[in-house]
């Protein structure tokens, strides 16, 4: 049983090789792009519309709803990265039950490539929302002694995202794996069931840390308000 799509090695010239978590990421970034394409083409912004319009619409109004709750002010902003990050763990986990697919979730560097896409994202954001000064000043906040403290914490918690998502992918699948080994084909149907839910969990927890990373970074002190004479 693999532990990881990084064994299955489909292509190798000396040191250049492709494997499966290259493989199947590639794919699933070509299905993501075709799919978005397929389905946007022919968008309405007249009064009559589509009901795949309207339901499309549905769920970008929820997103952007989950992404304000947070405490971003723009949540159309922050709506493509958040999304495209939900939709890629989501979708990867959804293909699961495609015959010879495994998600690349379930490699170590897949992960640690989105938790870096977070890192990168938070002060970014950060720094188009409150500049280089105000959003560097938020690392010696309430004294220059929070300074290495502040900044272990943007590594440590890029390293348990990455590390949070890889361990969840990766134990669903091969508990998967061995219920197909030592028991009927019924059981392990249900618990693939369950592993779809559970990814679709993660894809939802992993984007609304990102939110909330990206919301720390961006909050501004709010201005206090003049008091009244009367």
Not at 65 to 72: E, H, M, S, T, Y
Not at 188 to 195: D, R, S
């Amino acid at each position: 049983m693999r532990l990881s799509p990084d064994e299955m090695i489909f292509w190798q010239h000396g040191l250049l090789k492709l494997n499966g978590t290259i493989l199947f990421t590639w794919a699933l970034m070509l299905v993501l792009v075709a799919g978005s394409a397929l389905i946007t083409r022919n968008l309405s912004t007249g009064l009559t519309r589509s009901r795949w319009q309207n339901l499309l619409e549905i769920v970008v109004t929820g997103i952007e709803k989950q992404i304000a709750d947070v405490g971003l002010q723009d949540p159309r902003q922050y709506l493509g990265f958040l999304g495209t990050l939900f939709l890629f763990v989501a979708a990867a986990s959804l293909c699961t039950v495609i015959p010879g697919f495994e998600p690349p979730t379930g490699s170590l560097s897949t992960t640690v490539a989105l938790a870096l896409c977070v890192f990168i994202a938070v002060p970014l954001f950060g720094i188009e929302e409150r500049g280089l000064a105000g959003y560097l000043k938020s690392y010696v906040e309430p004294t220059f002694i929070m300074l290495p403290f502040n900044a272990i914490s943007e590594v440590s918690r890029t390293l348990a995202l990455a590390v949070r998502l890889f361990g969840n992918m990766m134990s669903g699948a091969m508990i998967i794996g061995i219920l197909l080994t030592i028991t009927p084909f019924i059981f392990p149907i249900v618990m693939t069931a369950l592993g779809l839910l559970t990814g679709l969990v993660q894809a939802y927890i992993f984007s609304i840390l990102a939110a909330v990373y990206i919301a720390a970074a961006t909050r501004t002190k709010k201005a206090p308000e003049p008091v009244s004479d009367h």
